[in-house]
């Protein structure tokens, strides 16, 4: 029997077992556009089925473009740069040229200064061992900047296949989703939704005769907060819109919470005003050093939410990690959240994260 892939996700469709990736009803193969029992729930009832795969699974996945050659398209979350950043990538994907796309960018301030963050970018990629050709700054969703990409990828892919990476819930098929309705009119071919792990297998989409584009399954992170909530508060800590930046004066033994999610103590430091960069449905609630562990005992899940109950059961427990501040403006990185900007320096602080969680330390972006 022919192999017929999902046109929503990309893998092979079944109609054998039910509980595993691509199942499809005997019925439903006669449609004009087949898809799979997972991505019509998702579409029509945004529900997400779990799936057998393993995180090992998916990179073994994306090891496979290292024996191509082509052009790699790499998609990262600018509001969680670091989080949503596949370390490695150089390895999985061989001598084949990168292209470094900057997601999201309409949920910046608008001071953000564009120039300044493009090169951010590239250094930063540059640390991490990822020789890239260029930088851009996108928003898949609104279609902001895509005549640039839209050029570059052109010419950069010498009539060669292009395959577009990134980790879970970057943008990846919405981006796709956008190019396509750009050249062909069509909506939506591929499924998008706030959840991790969306795209299953390789989706092939023909540019011309020769060549083809290639959506590839997200890489799980699981430094990403994403992988510990549930799809509730993953809409609630989800940025949707322009980021308000919230300024809190702080006393040093004060302490600010991040809905329960995250804490952020003042140890030591003259007084001064952090910058706080979160979703603007995030809750933050200032109280006292003294009396912050009592204070997270008796509120998380409550006053202090998200996290919902449901996603407390599977959280891993705060841990600590304490910081000397040397320099001013200083963001301090909480991934899959958002940042603190620290203006002056010269300060101590504790942040606590659920435990797997990275904190990174970075100049300030903006």
């Not at 790699?72 to 150089?90: A, E």
């Not at 980790?167 to 998008?192: H, M, P």
């Not at 989706?203 to 510990?228: A, C, K, W």
Request: aromatic share 10%; hydrophobic share 35%; net charge negative.
């Amino acid at each position: 029997m022919e192999v017929v892939h999902c046109e929503g996700c990309g893998v092979e469709l079944q109609s054998e077992d039910k509980t595993k990736a691509g199942f499809l009803p005997k019925s439903a193969w006669d449609n004009e556009h087949v898809i799979c029992q997972r991505c019509f729930r998702l579409k029509h009832y945004n529900e997400v089925q779990d799936v057998e795969y393993t995180d090992d699974d998916y990179l073994r996945m994306i090891h496979q473009i290292s024996d191509t050659s082509s052009l790699v398209v790499k998609i990262v979350d600018i509001f969680d740069f670091n989080g949503s950043f596949i370390t490695g990538l150089q390895r999985l994907t061989g001598n084949n040229p990168i292209i470094l796309v900057g997601n999201k960018v309409d949920l910046l301030p608008k001071s953000t200064n564009r120039n300044k963050l493009i090169h951010w970018m590239k250094k930063t990629a540059s640390d991490y061992g990822l020789k890239v050709q260029d930088v851009f700054l996108i928003s898949a969703a609104k279609g902001y900047g895509f005549e640039e990409v839209e050029q570059a990828i052109e010419e950069m892919r010498e009539d060669k296949d292009v395959y577009v990476v990134g980790c879970t819930n970057v943008g990846k098929s919405t981006f796709i989703n956008q190019l396509i309705n750009r050249s062909s009119g069509v909506n939506d071919a591929i499924t998008t939704s706030y959840f991790p792990g969306t795209t299953l297998g390789f989706i092939q989409i023909p540019l011309d005769e020769q060549s083809s584009l290639f959506d590839t399954p997200g890489v799980v992170n699981r430094s990403q907060m994403v992988h510990y909530v549930t799809d509730q508060d993953l809409k609630l800590i989800t940025p949707k819109k322009e980021i308000k930046p919230k300024v809190y004066q702080l006393q040093d033994q004060q302490t600010l919470f991040f809905g329960g999610f995250a804490r952020f103590d003042f140890e030591k430091g003259m007084k001064q005003s952090f910058v706080c960069y979160f979703a603007n449905s995030l809750m933050i609630h200032r109280t006292k050093l003294e009396q912050a562990d009592q204070f997270y005992e008796k509120h998380v899940g409550e006053l202090l939410q998200p996290p919902s109950k449901e996603t407390l059961e599977k959280l891993p427990p705060l841990t600590r990690q304490t910081f000397k501040i040397a320099h001013e403006k200083t963001d301090i990185v909480i991934p899959g959240l958002g940042w603190i900007t620290v203006p002056e320096g010269g300060i101590t602080v504790t942040i606590h994260v659920p435990k797997g969680i990275q904190i990174s330390i970075r100049n300030a972006l903006i």
